[in-house]
């Protein structure tokens, strides 16, 4: 049996009759994955990022939750905050807190929004849609997820306290397959922190689909934390819309996973602002792959990327960050800066800008650069009486710091810093001043 | 305290030190002059413990160790201090951070606890106010953006809070206006005790009107060609290098 044929077994069906609009969005999925497949690594998109060990292994969806994970759950990140905990792709309410939301917000899990009368879910998933499918992992998750997070949020309603979503997978072998769904009406303001977590002893896949519309001045700041296992695989997308003058803030630190691929693509209307940040670390075997896609379409749109990559023993590191600037959206003015260290002579970090400018009055800026720490600096620390190993660290962790330090809230950059200070090998330099 | 005996060094195949001999006592503050290329940088950085040079003959011994043995890192914690010609940017590490790692690595050679936060924060408010610098440097990162005397100042500061016994003032002196060689060199004074001593390498007679040395050795090509007292010194000033060394006189 090959991949295809294991996963087929598994397709969300026989929802048809009580939802047709779910069903009509799951079977051309089904369709188009059914009848190519997993990507190739000699398409375009995925030559840097083979899935062949992602393949060789079955993955499995659990059948129904399993017990409150054991797993370290950051509970910090977990104060003061709405919360939506899923393990195994099934939604547990006894470790969520969704008490004391207004009524302007509507936040449920899928599952739960599925059974509630009245819920009108067909015009958020047909709000939040994306143009088109862009490719068949995608298309996977779309026929196998089997819960999410539905959020909507009334005009000009500003929602104080952030909203963490947890994703675990604790099943060996198992299959995590969610979708998430956001609209924020006009002037609505959210805070989203997404947290992978998963084990390090077995593997695991976890595919997550973000898809989010922002009407005309609404505003997101988004947080994703990628910890999971060393042996498992992750992909997840983040498919945006951002009205006129919407504003969107991300920022992603990606350190766990033995294969993982983040990708965000966003629309930008006219004058909608999209900023990108990203941290990502490849240590051991790691494969980490962040692609962005910016598609310029109104006018006075502005978007900064601002990624950095570290990639330590065979670590493997790719950026492809893709603007598009659509004829007629003048007076774009989109950056990009991606920056790399490499930290053994086995490391690799591909980093691939790619501008398509099709308006003339416009400022495009890309910038990359690919270096090793900076010897002096070593060299200086040592000079103080910190060991080399030690240093070494620092430096590196101050390479990070520079853009975990502007994470908000406070929370959420506490828990990427420590995240990381975890999972740089060998480190230990002491807390923070 | 310190001992140099016959050193010779290359860099890159090429011979800089070519044996050199040195002995400084706990106290003592040596001003080591000389011209471009004489070699007074290479023996900085051979002191402090800086990769790329080779030393080929000769041994330095300090507190009765043997210097040469020791990563850089060890010499620091047993007290040697280089203050860089060209102090590097840090970016994203702050100075606080540094000041503090440093010394709690230095306080933890020596078998003492981690120093108390508000006791060290308030050790080095009191020490950036007598160097004149804004408390907000503290938080910046290192040398991040300062200006020259910024960072020369920088420098002392460091040295102030991890009280080395060997203190090596590489070109402390270059690229500071008068008022910045004031500050540097009252906060060097500062430091001045029986058991602390200073290697002053300096281009110039200028920084030795500020900080009295008690030795003047100069140096040219590789060697110490003559030593004696502060009023070396200022015949150096008044007569040039070529007074000492003829091939300078071009």
């Not at chain 1, 994703?224 to 498992?232: D, F, N």
């Amino acid at each position: 049996m090959d991949s295809v044929e294991h996963y087929q077994a598994f397709f969300k069906t026989g929802e048809g009759q009580l939802f047709p609009w779910l069903e009509a969005l799951r079977a051309p999925a089904r369709e188009r994955f059914v009848a190519q497949g997993f990507p190739d690594p000699l398409e375009e998109g995925w030559r840097y990022t083979p899935l062949r060990s992602l393949e060789r292994v079955r993955f499995t969806p659990a059948e129904a939750m399993s017990a409150i994970p054991s797993e370290p759950v950051d509970l910090e990140l977990l104060k003061d905050a709405y919360s939506v905990v899923f393990v195994d792709g099934h939604y547990v309410a006894t470790a969520s807190c969704l008490e004391g939301l207004p009524e302007e917000v509507k936040l449920k899990p899928l599952s739960l929004a599925l059974r509630t009368p009245g819920e009108d879910l067909q015009g958020l998933f047909e709000d939040t849609a994306a143009a088109a499918s862009c490719h068949r992992l995608e298309d996977f998750n779309t026929a196998l997820f089997s819960d999410g997070l539905c959020l909507d949020i009334q005009p000009n309603y500003r929602l104080e306290k952030p909203i963490v979503v947890l994703h675990l997978t604790q099943q060996a072998q198992g299959l995590n397959t969610l979708q998430h769904r956001l609209r924020l009406a006009k002037g609505a303001e959210a805070h989203l922190i997404e947290v992978f977590i998963g084990p390090n002893d077995h593997p695991s896949l976890t595919t997550s689909m973000t898809y989010a519309v922002m009407d005309e001045n609404a505003s997101l700041r988004h947080v994703r934390l990628q910890r999971e296992g060393k042996a498992s695989h992750h992909f997840s997308g983040l498919r945006l819309k951002l009205k006129r003058s919407a504003r969107y803030r991300g920022h992603l630190a990606s350190l766990g996973a033995l294969w993982s691929r983040t990708e965000i693509h966003a629309q930008l209307g006219t004058s909608a602002e999209c900023e990108l940040e990203g941290l990502l670390l490849a240590s051991g075997r790691q494969h980490q792959d962040v692609e962005t896609r910016l598609d310029h379409g109104g006018t006075h749109a502005s978007s900064r990327q601002n990624f950095r990559g570290i990639a330590n023993e065979r670590g493997r590191g790719v950026f492809t960050g893709r603007i598009v600037v659509d004829p007629g959206a003048e007076k774009t003015d989109a950056g990009m800066s991606i920056r790399n260290l490499l930290l053994s002579g086995d490391a690799e970090i591909d980093a691939r800008p790619q501008l398509e400018i099709h308006a003339d009055d416009v400022k495009c800026s890309h910038g990359v650069t690919v270096g090793q720490l900076d010897e002096e600096a070593v060299f200086t620390l040592q000079s103080r009486g910190i060991g080399e190993q030690e240093a070494r660290h620092m430096l590196t962790f101050a390479f990070a710091n520079e853009l975990i330090e502007r994470i908000e809230p406070e929370a959420a950059r506490a828990s990427i810093r420590d995240a990381f200070k975890a999972t740089l090998p060998g480190s230990d330099f002491g807390s923070e001043s | 305290m310190l001992s140099i005996q016959n050193l010779e060094a290359k860099a890159d195949e090429q011979a800089i030190l070519k044996g050199i001999s040195l002995d400084i006592k706990p106290g003592e503050v040596h001003a080591i002059m000389g011209p471009n290329g004489s070699g007074k940088s290479t023996l900085s950085n051979i002191l402090a413990g800086r990769e790329g040079y080779q030393v080929t003959h000769g041994s330095v011994t300090y507190e009765g160790k043997d210097l040469l043995a020791m990563k850089p890192e060890e010499r620091a914690r047993e007290g040697i201090f280089l203050a860089f010609q060209y102090p590097v940017e840090i970016p994203g590490v702050s100075n606080i951070y540094l000041l503090k790692a440093a010394l709690n690595a230095i306080r933890k050679h020596h078998g003492q606890t981690e120093v108390d936060a508000m006791d060290f924060l308030q050790l080095v408010k009191a020490k950036i106010k007598s160097l004149s610098l804004d408390e907000q440097f503290l938080y910046r990162g290192v040398n991040e953006g300062f200006s020259g005397g910024e960072k020369k100042r920088n420098e002392i500061l460091q040295m102030a809070i991890l009280e080395p016994r060997l203190c090596i003032l590489d070109e402390t002196d270059s690229g500071l206006d008068i008022d910045a060689l004031k500050i540097v060199a009252d906060g060097v004074n500062a430091l001045r005790s029986p058991t602390r001593s200073f290697i002053m390498v300096t281009h110039y007679q200028r920084l030795l009107d500020y900080i009295k040395p008690d030795v003047v050795h100069v140096l040219a090509q590789g060697r110490i060609v003559r030593s004696g007292g502060p009023e070396l010194a200022l015949e150096l000033e008044a007569r040039g290098y070529g007074w000492i060394d003829p091939s300078l006189n071009h």
